[in-house]
């Protein structure tokens, strides 16, 4: 009922993935023409210095174990290839980043490159888990001969930056995911039975359907403004600890019903509807300088003042530093956005108190 939609993080994220499968790609024909690469992706996303360099760290933890396999071609290599799952439904497919078998080890790799900014754990990674379920049975790895195979499920994330490495793996043996296997099979055995089919958790953040699901809308309802009578109650260390797991998860839940009603509202309000307490209000940023780093950076050097620090820095920085205003103004703008805003009625009270006061 509700499609993804293309949005300019999931484009960025396309033409990353496009530029990567294409650099893996040429490094199996032995032909590095990553030059070529420079310009667009076939939808037309411009490919930027950041996507190109996000995409090479992925392509070349991928080239370390093509060259290591010596695989660089044939049924035991995919890349961006459609993966079905028949042990978990007979409707279960994706489309998995990259994977190697190598048989003479009877190793399997598996790559899930993710060029956003938000951490995605390796370990119990529920989307690898799937892909590498369609994969193994594929190459005929079943229940008789799993416990031979190795699964190292790698994720590429280079532009998270929380300390972890930007390459991290899980590596297991293939029989002990049989658990795991066995309970994507269950999901999908009661969803398509029509048995729990809302099920609200971690998950509501990227669903497109959120805003609709009564499941994701009575978790985050059911999870804050209760009245109880009136005492103390001092919780002891494990119920302390599960208390905040469950606040740190409803706001995870709360957040993402925010951004779906949000993206919601906004779309009425554009088109002329009136939404209750909403009303879209100008808004600005902060300013930002518009000219060119070598122009701002000559300009500076002329009147004695250094505009940057490793990189340009800000106009009030500029202003802290004795430039005069009148040029930074010359230089910068601000840039002006609509911003979703509520009231209660403070402020309709407030222009008809002031109107009711000067009548009377």
Known sequence: ????????????????????????????????????????D???????????????????DVAKVINATR??????????????????????????????????????YGWDFKDGHKFVSEFENFQMIDYVSGILSRIGINGAND?????????VQPNVYTGDEAVREWRVNAAALRGYFNRLRD???RALQGENNL????????????????????????????VVPLGVEELDPES??????????????????????????TALINSGKHVPG??????????????????????????????????PISPAEAERRKLSKDIIASMTTKPSFLKLTYDSGTAARKVFGSWEKNQF
């Open 199 to 226: 099920c609200s958790g971690p998950w509501c953040k990227n669903c497109e359907g959120r805003h609709a699901c009564p499941a994701a809308r009575k978790a985050g309802l059911d999870l804050y403004e209760a």
């Open 1 to 40: 009922m509700y499609p993804g939609t293309s949005t300019p993080a999931s484009r960025k994220g396309d033409a990353a993935h496009w530029v990567g499968s294409q650099m893996i790609r040429s490094h199996c024909r032995g032909k590095l023409d990553f030059p070529k690469l420079i310009g667009t």
């Open 147 to 155: 416990t031979r195979a190795t699964v190292v499920m790698r994720i």
């Open 42 to 60: 076939p939808a037309g996303t411009v490919i930027t210095p950041e996507i190109y360099q996000s995409a090479e760290v992925y392509y070349s």
């Open 71 to 108: 695989i660089f071609g044939g049924d035991h290599i995919g890349i961006e290839e459609r993966i079905t799952c028949p042990d978990i439904s007979e409707h279960n497919w994706g489309t998995t980043d990259c994977f190697i078998w190598d048989e003479r080890n009877w190793t399997l």
């Open 240 to 265: 302390l600890g599960l208390q905040l797991s469950i606040v740190r998860r409803a706001i995870e839940q709360l957040e993402s019903l925010d951004t779906a009603y949000t993206a919601q509202v």
């Open 278 to 311: 909403w009303s879209m209000e100008q808004a600005y940023g902060h300013r930002k300088f518009v000219v060119p780093d070598e122009q701002l950076f000559a300009m500076g050097d002329a009147l004695g003042v250094q505009l940057y620090d490793k990189k």
């Open 187 to 189: 999901a999908a055995y």
